[in-house]
Structure formats: structure tokens, C-alpha cells
Nanobody
């Protein structure tokens, strides 16, 4: 049984930083693509970042230059380093794992999801 557990969320002032972690169990992530999504208050879930099995990365435009996704396969963990946080980054952040490549911005491409971690950015 695959489990993804996010951690690292919290309350931070605008301009601050947080690092989210996503620890996987039940499968080794080395062969899988991993993604981060978020759901802002009152809005739909949206794509944030993706890292393929070969560590190629993709980001939504609003976080480029501020967020960095990375993976540490030996720890079966994926990270999202978030710098220069803005109030519009406030959301529940979810990590997800996919056995497929391609349409990585589409949440339906991911088979496993974590429960999420809350990030709140005060202005």
C-alpha cells in the first residue's frame, strides 16, 4: 500500500521560506514522477511543480524562480523549497506520485496522493 505523507507546512510572513517534504512508503519513488499541487482557499486544486524520474523539473509560471522541487531517492522523499512566499501562495499543498509521464499538470495523471499540509502566508 502506497502512502505519501507531507510535512513542513505552517504560518510564515510574506517574503519568508518553507520547505515541504513528502515521504513515500510502499513503493520506491525512483521510478516514478512526483508532483506538488495546491488548493488555495475557495479555489480548485492547481499544479505547482513536477519532477520526473530523471529529475527533469517543471513549474507553474507563478512559482518559477521562487520554488524548487527536488527528490532524494535514497530517502524516498520529495521536497518543495519555497522562497519569497507571497500571500497568494496560501493553500493546502499536496504531493502526488505518477507511474506515467506526459500530462504532468493534470492531477488525473497521478495515482497516489498525500493528505496535504497547510501553508499560510501573512502579508
Amino acid at each position: 500500500q502506497v502512502q505519501l505523507v507531507e510535512s513542513g507546512g505552517g504560518l510564515v510572513q510574506a517574503g519568508g521560506s518553507l520547505r515541504l517534504s513528502c515521504a513515500a512508503s510502499g513503493r520506491f519513488i525512483a521510478s516514478y514522477a512526483m508532483g506538488w499541487f495546491r488548493r488555495p482557499p475557495g479555489k480548485e486544486r492547481e499544479f505547482v511543480a513536477h519532477i520526473s524520474w530523471d529529475s527533469t523539473t517543471y513549474y507553474t509560471d507563478s512559482v518559477k524562480g521562487r520554488f524548487t522541487i527536488s527528490r532524494e531517492n535514497v530517502k524516498n522523499t520529495v521536497y518543495l523549497q519555497m522562497n519569497d512566499l507571497k500571500s497568494e501562495d496560501t493553500a493546502i499543498y499536496f504531493c502526488a506520485m505518477s507511474p506515467r509521464s506526459g500530462r504532468f499538470r493534470d492531477g488525473r495523471e497521478y495515482d497516489w496522493w498525500g493528505q496535504g499540509t497547510q501553508v499560510m502566508v501573512s502579508s
